[in-house]
C-alpha cells in the first residue's frame, strides 16, 4: 500500500532552511540563501540541480509548490551541497528542471517558521527542519 511510503516520505524530507545572512548561512557558493514560501533556502541558479545526486532523492534537493506560478523551476538544497550540474536540456521553459522531485515543504515547515528572519544572536548556521 502506499502508507509505507507516505511515512518513509515524509520522514526523510528535505526542506533544509538557511539563515539569510552574510557569514551565517551554509549554502555552497554555488546556491544563494533566498526567500521561498516555506522559509529561506539554499537555491540553485535557474536551470541547474545537485551535484551526483539522484533526482528524486528529496532529502538533498527538491522543488516546491509556489502559490504564484513561475517559480516551479526552482531547485532547493541541503547547505553545503554544492549544485553545478545542468538540468535536462530536453525541459525547458517552465519545465527546466521538472526531473527534480517536488517535495511537500507545508507538510514539514511550521507555519509560524515561514517567512520570520532568524535572530542575528543565533549561534546556529544553518536549521534543519526536524531542529525547529
Known amino acids: 500500500s502506499g502508507v509505507p511510503y507516505i511515512l518513509a516520505t515524509n520522514i526523510t524530507i528535505g526542506c533544509d532552511i538557511c539563515l539569510p545572512y552574510p557569514g551565517q548561512n551554509l549554502c555552497h557558493p554555488t546556491t544563494s540563501c533566498a526567500p521561498t514560501p516555506y522559509g529561506t533556502m539554499c537555491l540553485t541558479r535557474p536551470g541547474y540541480k545537485a ?23 526552482r531547485v532547493a538544497v541541503v547547505p553545503g551541497t554544492s549544485a553545478n550540474t545542468l538540468c535536462d536540456p530536453k525541459n525547458v521553459g517552465p519545465d527546466v528542471c521538472k526531473e527534480v522531485a517536488v517535495a511537500d515543504c507545508s507538510a514539514v515547515v511550521p507555519e509560524d517558521s515561514r517567512f520570520e528572519s532568524a535572530h542575528s544572536d543565533t549561534d546556529q548556521q544553518a536549521i534543519h527542519v526536524g531542529e525547529l
Open 51 to 73: 551535484d551526483g545526486v539522484a533526482d528524486d532523492d528529496i532529502t538533498v534537493q527538491w522543488r516546491m509548490k509556489w502559490p504564484v506560478p513561475g517559480q516551479e523551476h
